[in-house]
């Protein structure tokens, strides 16, 4: 395993595109020939000491290699003659980039800014910026997610052209180059690692860009939406958390930092950085350097428990925020199970938390969202998400000491759980209101819907989520039947109140209320149904081991959800067809006799 007691996690040949440039590879001539009295960069003439080492092959990294050695001492030279001339940002072509550019703006202005930091957001704007102008120029069509094959679309070519197209490759594009955003969003390196001119490139090639879309009057571009508010997403993962209120201490927070034993110290900058932020209150700025770091504690945390190598390396994927929670461990011998996942070796509402907040599809998928630059920036200025990030990040620092009892309230299992019990809860609301006699099964069958406790959704079986998936719908379908009824009930028992319900339909409300008792009793039959399929599939791993059974059950909730969506049909206060609830009912009884006798 690779030592990573004080080493650096990007492996000898990704370091070859972050060293500085020594006094031996200085450019000695006149920079201003890469670099126009505009300030735009000039792509022409850098793609003609590189056009001799470029290749169609994309994935040669000594092609990238000798491009970026040409490159190294260009870079270096505009980096500083930037920074010995005066340049107003505000004359900077940079609005392309979007709403979130003055947050750019800001950052550059402030004295206490880095180079991490103006690192992330300038590749977050530029990724999203770029996804833009595809939007813009393909008639509305879903940009690429990955940047790099972003910049492989003709629509992207024939704005910027073959030249420019070529420098944007070797600093973003590829894993096989400098792939400069990746390895800044993943919390690779560490503060010294990052040279300087990488940032005074980043801006002046934004400039360039932009200019050139100015001249082609292709601006304003056409904005994608962004996530406006993560607060009601927040708000569900600080209720499970219940983080006290006095949890920050800033004297124990230092400590915790500069004692730690397994946080490289060179790492450990960023971490009094965050704070300095979180102080000043400059919460925007906390954010965007707390998720890469946590992506980093994770990938310690892994290294530790798996014994494993996560350096960022050629030819292989990196250990991510999406690989960490995969149920085996990548690239060895022979199979072996990831250890991050074993809660007696890591703390369980740790994952779970961690899951919520970066990888749950019906969560805010922070990292995400925010690296990609589809979040507006004031979205992340939220004291609450903060809060939560600071105080998962201090649970990570003592990953195997017990944490705040969390329970995951974005996973498809957990989400179907809550809907079952939402389901309950309208169907007796339904029971209690109109229906005058509740049959005693009916009663026992709802009374046995208990909540239950430690929801598995790691290691979890491949149709598993299929099986969720059905479930959720079915329970959905049920409270939504349960609420037609109690409308349209409501509303006739309303109107002959007030006299103005005539004769027929009022014998459609006492056939209604009728019918009601035998309506509710075989929805709690398919509620129980329901719960009992959940719980088994929760806590009886081996049915999944049968594939006569699971045939047979899935069968069950395919017709159950055929049912069920015709309850809501002809349940509909606007339906005419609300009798046929009643041959819906004997339809279960068969469907449940075929396919799920208890």
Same mark, same amino acid.
């Given at each position: 395993?690779?030592?990573?007691?004080?080493?650096?996690?990007?492996?000898?040949?990704?370091?070859?595109?972050?060293?500085?440039?020594?006094?031996?590879?200085?450019?000695?001539?006149?920079?201003?020939?890469?670099?126009?009295?505009?300030?735009?960069?000039?792509?022409?003439?850098?793609?003609?000491?590189?056009?001799?080492?470029?290749?169609?092959?994309?994935?040669?990294?000594?092609?990238?290699?000798?491009?970026?050695?040409?490159?190294?001492?260009?870079?270096?030279?505009?980096?500083?003659?930037?920074?010995?001339?005066?340049?107003?940002?505000?004359?900077? %072509?940079?609005?392309?980039?979007?709403?979130?550019?003055?947050?750019?703006?800001?950052?550059?202005?402030?004295?206490?800014?880095?180079?991490?930091?103006?690192?992330?957001?300038?590749?977050?704007?530029?990724?999203?910026?770029?996804?833009?102008?595809?939007?813009?120029?393909?008639?509305?069509?879903?940009?690429?997610?990955?940047?790099?094959?972003?910049?492989?679309?003709?629509?992207?070519?024939?704005?910027?052209?073959?030249?420019?197209?070529?420098?944007?490759?070797?600093?973003?594009?590829?894993?096989?180059?400098?792939?400069?955003?990746?390895?800044?969003?993943?919390?690779?390196?560490?503060?010294?690692?990052?040279?300087?001119?990488?940032?005074?490139?980043?801006?002046?090639?934004?400039?360039?860009?932009?200019?050139?879309?100015?001249?082609?009057?292709?601006?304003?571009?056409?904005?994608?939406?962004?996530?406006?508010?993560?607060?009601?997403?927040?708000?569900?993962?600080?209720?499970?958390?219940?983080?006290?209120?006095?949890?920050?201490?800033?004297?124990?927070?230092?400590?915790?930092?500069?004692?730690?034993?397994?946080?490289?110290?060179?790492?450990?900058?960023?971490?009094?950085?965050?704070?300095?932020?979180?102080?000043?209150?400059?919460?925007?700025?906390?954010?965007?350097?707390?998720?890469?770091?946590?992506?980093?504690?994770?990938?310690?945390?892994?290294?530790?428990?798996?014994?494993?190598?996560?350096?960022?390396?050629?030819?292989?994927?990196?250990?991510?925020?999406?690989?960490?929670?995969?149920?085996?461990?990548?690239?060895?011998?022979?199979?072996?199970?990831?250890?991050?996942?074993?809660?007696?070796?890591?703390?369980?509402?740790?994952?779970?938390?961690?899951?919520?907040?970066?990888?749950?599809?019906?969560?805010?998928?922070?990292?995400?969202?925010?690296?990609?630059?589809?979040?507006?920036? %004031?979205?992340?200025?939220?004291?609450?998400?903060?809060?939560?990030?600071?105080?998962?990040?201090?649970?990570?620092?003592?990953?195997?000491?017990?944490?705040?009892?969390?329970?995951?309230?974005?996973?498809?299992?957990?989400?179907?759980?809550?809907?079952?019990?939402?389901?309950?809860?309208?169907?007796?609301?339904?029971?209690?209101?109109?229906?005058?006699?509740?049959?005693?099964?009916?009663?026992?069958?709802?009374?046995?819907?208990?909540?239950?406790?430690?929801?598995?959704?790691?290691?979890?079986?491949?149709?598993?989520?299929?099986?969720?998936?059905?479930?959720?719908?079915?329970?959905?379908?049920?409270?939504?039947?349960?609420?037609?009824?109690?409308?349209?009930?409501?509303?006739?028992? %309303?109107?002959?109140?007030?006299?103005?319900?005539?004769?027929?339909?009022?014998?459609?409300?006492?056939?209604?209320?009728?019918?009601?008792?035998?309506?509710?009793?075989?929805?709690? %039959?398919?509620?129980?149904?329901?719960?009992?399929?959940?719980?088994?599939?929760?806590?009886?791993?081996?049915?999944?081991?049968?594939?006569?059974?699971?045939?047979?059950?899935?069968?069950?909730?395919?017709?159950?959800?055929?049912?069920?969506?015709?309850?809501?049909?002809?349940?509909?206060?606007?339906?005419?067809?609300?009798?046929?609830?009643?041959?819906?009912?004997?339809?279960?009884?068969?469907?449940?006799?075929?396919?799920?006798?208890?």
């Amino acid at each position: 395993m690779h030592n990573l007691d004080e080493g650096s996690l990007l492996s000898k040949d990704i370091s070859k595109f972050y060293h500085k440039c020594d006094v031996s590879t200085k450019y000695k001539g006149d920079i201003k020939k890469y670099l126009l009295a505009d300030w735009c960069l000039d792509f022409k003439e850098m793609y003609v000491i590189l056009q001799g080492d470029l290749t169609a092959n994309e994935k040669c990294h000594e092609m990238y290699l000798s491009c970026f050695r040409k490159l190294l001492p260009i870079f270096d030279g505009i980096h500083l003659y930037y920074c010995n001339t005066f340049c107003d940002l505000n004359d900077l %072509e940079l609005e392309w980039l979007g709403m979130n550019c003055k947050y750019l703006l800001l950052l550059l202005d402030a004295e206490d800014s880095n180079s991490m930091e103006s690192c992330l957001l300038m590749t977050s704007l530029l990724d999203n910026a770029l996804a833009n102008v595809y939007f813009t120029v393909s008639n509305k069509r879903t940009p690429p997610h990955l940047l790099r094959d972003l910049l492989r679309t003709e629509e992207i070519c024939s704005v910027f052209g073959t030249e420019t197209i070529s420098i944007l490759k070797i600093i973003v594009g590829t894993p096989d180059s400098i792939n400069l955003r990746n390895i800044v969003w993943h919390g690779f390196p560490k503060p010294q690692e990052i040279p300087d001119y990488y940032i005074s490139i980043l801006l002046l090639l934004m400039h360039t860009l932009g200019t050139d879309l100015k001249k082609k009057k292709m601006t304003p571009l056409i904005e994608r939406p962004k996530i406006k508010d993560f607060s009601p997403l927040c708000e569900k993962v600080y209720n499970q958390l219940k983080i006290p209120s006095n949890w920050f201490d800033e004297y124990k927070y230092g400590v915790k930092i500069k004692r730690h034993s397994w946080l490289i110290n060179d790492f450990k900058i960023y971490w009094y950085q965050i704070f300095l932020h979180y102080k000043t209150l400059q919460y925007w700025k906390v954010v965007l350097l707390i998720i890469p770091q946590i992506e980093l504690l994770l990938r310690l945390i892994y290294a530790r428990v798996n014994k494993f190598d996560v350096t960022a390396k050629l030819n292989e994927y990196y250990i991510t925020m999406d690989s960490l929670f995969e149920y085996d461990v990548p690239n060895v011998a022979r199979k072996c199970r990831n250890n991050l996942l074993d809660i007696r070796i890591v703390n369980g509402e740790l994952q779970k938390c961690v899951y919520d907040l970066f990888i749950a599809p019906n969560g805010p998928r922070l990292r995400d969202k925010v690296s990609h630059g589809e979040a507006e920036l %004031e979205a992340i200025d939220n004291i609450l998400l903060c809060d939560i990030l600071m105080f998962l990040s201090m649970g990570l620092l003592d990953y195997e000491s017990p944490f705040y009892n969390y329970e995951s309230v974005f996973h498809l299992n957990c989400l179907t759980k809550d809907a079952l019990l939402i389901g309950k809860k309208q169907l007796q609301k339904l029971m209690e209101m109109h229906v005058v006699e509740t049959p005693g099964d009916s009663l026992k069958l709802l009374s046995d819907l208990k909540s239950l406790s430690k929801i598995k959704i790691f290691n979890r079986h491949k149709k598993d989520s299929e099986f969720s998936l059905l479930l959720l719908k079915n329970s959905n379908l049920v409270y939504t039947t349960c609420l037609n009824y109690e409308h349209s009930i409501n509303t006739r028992l %309303e109107l002959l109140t007030q006299r103005e319900l005539h004769s027929r339909r009022r014998r459609t409300l006492e056939k209604m209320l009728k019918s009601l008792p035998l309506v509710c009793t075989v929805l709690c %039959e398919i509620l129980f149904c329901l719960w009992q399929i959940f719980a088994q599939l929760q806590f009886d791993d081996a049915i999944y081991e049968n594939e006569t059974y699971l045939t047979k059950l899935l069968r069950f909730l395919k017709h159950t959800l055929k049912l069920n969506e015709n309850f809501v049909k002809y349940s509909d206060i606007n339906s005419n067809e609300w009798i046929k609830t009643e041959q819906l009912c004997r339809k279960f009884k068969d469907v449940k006799l075929l396919y799920y006798p208890l």
